[in-house]
């Protein structure tokens, strides 16, 4: 006999609709499980997808309901050499989702580069501009997966950037990007969809 779930439902709040703040506590906790031996690469892979697809809190929780002996990995404080820098919290885990489904999501302007952008596109389009971005490390990994929709990633000239994308039935392609001190892993698929990144016109 199989018992049904006494952790879902309104009682719980599972009807809310999942936040940025939601997938990204999943999302840690899943990197943490991966790197811990708790997840195989595959399974990562099967549950972080689902993650991003979530719409509500009862789609998340049976990702992590098995996951309870996985300790989170500690914050490690940085302090740029400055007299008067500031402390901030810091992590090689630390991530974005962005998720455009059936409507647009975009990324632009200044703000600080994580570990790992995750962005998901389904009928719908998710804009990431590093144009302005501040730029906490020499290397960020973009995990993008365009389901009919499309992933579009601008980088300013200098940045280079590496692509292990793979299309089934739609398209993937980098344009006028250059080599330089800093790098962009671009990862994921197009399925009748496509990832698009280029860089400045000259």
């Known amino acids: ?3 049904e779930p006494s952790d879902v ?6 009807h809310l609709p999942v936040t940025e703040a939601d997938r990204e506590d999943a999302m840690v906790l899943l990197q943490a499980a991966r790197t811990q031996g708790y997840l195989s690469p595959e399974e990562y892979d099967h549950r972080a997808l689902a993650v991003r697809s979530a719409a509500n809190r009862d789609d998340l929780t049976p990702l992590t309901r098995d996951l309870s002996n996985v300790t989170h990995p500690p914050m490690l404080y940085v302090q740029a050499p400055t007299t008067n820098a500031v402390a901030r919290p810091s992590s090689a885990r630390d991530s974005i989702v962005k998720v455009g489904v059936f409507s647009g999501s975009n990324l632009a302007g200044r703000w600080e580069t994580p570990a790992q952008v995750h962005c998901l596109a389904t009928f719908g389009g998710v804009d990431i501009d590093f144009t302005d971005a501040v730029w906490t490390s020499d290397e960020v990994v973009v995990d993008a997966y365009a389901v009919f929709g499309g992933v579009n ?3 300013p000239a200098g940045v280079e950037v ?13 344009k006028r990007t250059t080599p330089g001190a800093k790098r962009i892993i671009v990862k994921g698929f197009a399925m009748f969809g496509g990832i698009d990144v280029k ?4």
């Open 1 to 3: 006999m199989t018992m």
């Open 9 to 14: 439902g309104p009682k719980y709040g599972g």
């Open 153 to 155: 990633i601008k980088v």
């Open 162 to 174: 590496v692509d292990h994308t793979f299309a089934l039935f739609g398209g993937t392609s980098v």
């Open 199 to 202: 860089g400045p016109r000259t």
